[in-house]
């Protein structure tokens, strides 16, 4: 019974396993994200520096009280990255001849595949038509693989909560502006128009208009576009990318394609040992007496098959 | 323990402490010494002493963990997710726990019954492994009581983590049906023992298949993180098969270790079959772990040439790179050669040892000290971190040695059979005695 009880296991979470990896397979490189999904070009030449979207963010998803208030500049002094307190910052990255340093703004840049989504093992994120990427923290176990498998270093996690600890990242304000179809709330406010709100499709047409219109003002590269199979976010600027702090080395394949190659070869696993290794044993112990009764194991295991 | 042998006290080896009278479970439990006796024991070992120490520390700071939450115990930050719990604790405790399919598929599918001495140690140090590699687990997690969530609550089978803890699970209750057999005889339930052996094939194929998946799926977590792990090593193709190759040596040296550990502190429990074949398995094992090394380090370099990686060797990262290859390959590799050979025992176990410290060096290297090569700081474990990976270990030491005390592990249990007849002779010696007395 035991056995019995231990091979159904087996099978499902085999049959789970390649059901995982088979949709995955298809899924890879063919996924370029939801028709309607909604994103933001963030135009790094137009950022100022002024925190305001900080501040919008702090009040819309009732974060806590800041240490430094979001008028104080100082903050520049130091590179900072999301985390529990603030679901998106704002960095300044001094060029040496340069009077108007560049500012960049980091959140989420919520990916048409994001890694976070297919690493996670209780389906905490999901991916919306609108394009956020949610989560559930209703079902988080606190493995944090997320945080490990996201190529931009953007999770955040409440390691100071002992009780109800949990992933903190941008969701692109969904549940109270974007399910509804209003744009989020950093966005609103940017007084430079710097962050714009849009179809995703829409925005990289636009991004491409801005680059032929005034090609001085920009490197011809929209990150986002193509990264990690794109996100939802979309960026211009006007220095080199690895300038105002982005990893240009992460490539164009999603995440998972690297994971791909293991989870091809689990059904395999799965099919072939089996046989193998009962055969080893057929033939390893045939025409031996050992004293014991291995032999009547093996026909059984035979039977099965 | 070996003085008392010697001032006469017996050790539980069977079911009967003498003619017609079982060991209560009590005595059982005190191995067959008074209380006195046991505590007395206890107390001469310096060891009890500093585990003493080390839990009067550790155990409340084990606890505030739970009260004060991770970053009271851990410096594990938004960048740097895992620490030493995961680091040392799963990543480096799993590998040195595949001895139990290795030597449960040598014995039972290969049929190599010369290798049965030293089979239960094999299972039983598979156990403790996982199951310690799971209390780590619980130390890490945010949330640990919904640890079941991915089992019952909520799916995501596309994920890795899914796989491993999937087959964590089931695997551990495959070894704990594979260990049964040992609780089982010393318990004196001979038909929980006898149904276990009815399906042992069927639980060493599981174990196979289970391993070589979940071995290979802690390696292929990293493929997550291409650009955070070092590329060294990191490699999408190879990740799985470096961690699931490097753990079969890994777990061949772990039995070496932990038998020339208890043949040093606890020979007393060894029967005669255990000592007299220990050095033959030893050469055996470390025959095997020579060639889980030879593919690994093939593998490792393939896997170097693949990507064409050379030029990090001329790095920082690459010199220590090389140092973990050294310690954990090259070196125990032309140990065992040399020692195998010559039969020279020593050697064979330091080379053992080496490989083991080389396997937590390795995943270490993966988890932590080169993990996130691009961001400008490294992050240091906290002290409590140190203190409750130390402490947790030390656990798991002492659960280890409960066991290796009591069940059948190194010696095998005589049965009421093999008992029998003395016990008749010497019913019938006194039978002839009241006898002779009575004319």
Redesign the interface.
């Known amino acids: 019974m035991k056995r019995r009880d231990f091979l159904k296991g087996c099978l499902i979470s085999g049959a789970a396993a390649s059901l995982g990896a088979a949709s995955k397979s298809w899924a890879v490189g063919s996924f370029e994200g939801y028709p309607d999904a909604m994103g933001v070009l963030v135009d790094t030449t137009r950022c100022i520096g002024c925190r305001s979207c900080e501040a919008a963010c702090n009040k819309e998803q009732k974060l806590p009280e800041p240490d430094v208030p979001f008028d104080d500049q100082s903050v520049f002094e130091h590179k900072r990255r999301p985390s529990e307190m603030a679901y998106t910052v704002v960095n300044r990255y001094e060029e040496a001849d340069s009077k108007n340093p560049p500012f960049r703004k980091m959140q989420c840049n919520h990916c048409n595949e994001p890694a976070c989504l297919t690493s996670c093992f209780v389906n905490a994120y999901t991916k919306t038509k609108e394009g956020a990427v949610i989560y559930n923290g209703k079902v988080c176990v606190g493995c944090r693989t997320c945080m490990v498998a996201c190529p931009f270093n953007m999770p955040g996690y409440s390691y100071s909560s002992a009780f109800n600890p949990l992933i903190k990242k941008c969701i692109l304000c969904y549940d109270t502006r974007l399910k509804f179809g209003k744009p989020p709330a950093c966005v609103e406010i940017c007084p430079q128009e710097a962050l714009t709100f849009g179809l995703r499709t829409d925005l990289i047409k636009l991004a491409n208009e801005r680059i032929r219109e005034t090609p001085d003002r920009y490197v011809d590269h929209i990150y986002g576009e193509k990264e990690v199979g794109g996100t939802s976010w979309l960026y211009l600027s006007k220095s080199s990318f690895e300038q105002i702090g982005f990893d240009t080395t992460l490539g164009n394949e999603p995440i998972i394609s690297n994971v791909k190659e293991f989870l091809g070869m689990v059904p395999m696993v799965l099919t072939i040992w089996p046989a193998l290794f009962s055969g080893i044993h057929l033939l390893a112990t045939r025409n031996k007496d050992h004293g014991d009764d291995h032999h009547n194991h093996s026909e059984q295991e035979d039977g099965k098959k | 323990m070996k003085k008392l042998i010697a001032n006469g006290a017996t050790t539980v080896d069977s079911m009967q402490k003498a003619p017609g009278r079982n060991w209560t479970i009590m005595e059982k439990l005190f191995l067959g010494l008074t209380p006195q006796q046991y505590i007395g024991q206890a107390m001469r070992n310096p060891l009890n002493w500093i585990f003493g120490i080390i839990f009067a520390i550790g155990i409340p700071i084990i606890l505030g963990r739970?009260?004060?939450?991770?970053?009271?115990v851990?410096h594990?930050?938004?960048?740097y997710?895992?620490g030493l719990f995961l680091g040392f604790g799963l990543f480096g405790m799993v590998p040195l726990s595949s001895s139990g399919f290795q030597l449960g598929?040598a014995c039972?599918?290969?049929?190599r019954?010369d290798l049965e001495p030293i089979e239960r140690l094999g299972l039983l140090n598979g156990l403790l492994g996982y199951f310690f590699a799971v209390v780590f687990l619980m130390c890490?997690?945010?949330?640990?009581w919904?640890?079941p969530?991915?089992m019952v609550?909520?799916?995501?089978?596309?994920?890795?983590?899914?796989?491993?803890?999937?087959?964590v699970s089931?695997y551990l209750?495959?070894q704990i049906?594979e260990v049964s057999t040992s609780f089982f005889e010393w318990i004196g339930f001979p038909a929980g023992k006898r149904?276990?052996?009815?399906?042992?094939?069927?639980?060493?194929?599981?174990g196979?298949?289970?391993s070589?998946?979940h071995q290979?799926?802690l390696?292929?977590?990293?493929?997550?993180?291409?650009?955070?792990v070092h590329p060294l090593w990191y490699s999408?193709?190879f990740?799985?098969l470096h961690f699931f190759v490097s753990s079969l040596p890994g777990g061949l040296c772990m039995v070496i270790t932990v038998s020339t550990i208890a043949s040093l502190t606890m020979s007393w429990r060894f029967d005669k079959r255990f000592k007299d074949n220990l050095d033959r398995i030893t050469i055996s094992l470390a025959k095997g772990a020579s060639m889980g090394l030879a593919t690994y380090l093939t593998i490792k370099l393939i896997s170097i040439a693949h990507d064409n990686k050379w030029s990090y060797f001329a790095t920082g990262w690459g010199q220590w790179y090389l140092v973990e290859m050294m310690i954990g390959v090259i070196i125990p590799m032309a140990l065992f050669a040399y020692a195998i050979r010559n039969k020279h025992m020593t050697i064979i176990r330091f080379s053992a040892f080496l490989v083991v410290i080389g396997i937590f060096l390795n995943r270490l290297n993966t988890a932590l000290i080169t993990f996130n090569w691009?961001l400008p700081y490294r992050e240091i474990p906290h002290w409590r971190e140190f203190v409750i990976s130390l402490t947790v270990y030390c656990i798991y030491i002492v659960v280890y040695r409960f066991i290796l005390y009591r069940l059948p592990i190194f010696y095998q249990w005589r049965t009421q059979e093999e008992l029998a007849p003395a016990y008749v002779t010497e019913r019938e010696q006194s039978l002839r005695r009241a006898e002779a007395i009575a004319p």
């Open positions: 739970f009260v004060f939450g991770l970053s009271w851990t594990s930050s938004n960048d997710a895992w598929t039972e599918v290969f049929g019954h890490d997690l945010g949330q640990p919904r640890l969530y991915p609550v909520s799916f995501g089978p596309a994920a890795v983590l899914f796989l491993v803890a999937w087959h089931t209750s495959v049906a149904a276990i052996k009815r399906i042992t094939l069927g639980l060493t194929v599981s196979i298949i289970l070589t998946l290979g799926a390696g292929a977590l990293f493929t997550y993180a291409p650009g955070k999408s193709s990740q799985w691009k």
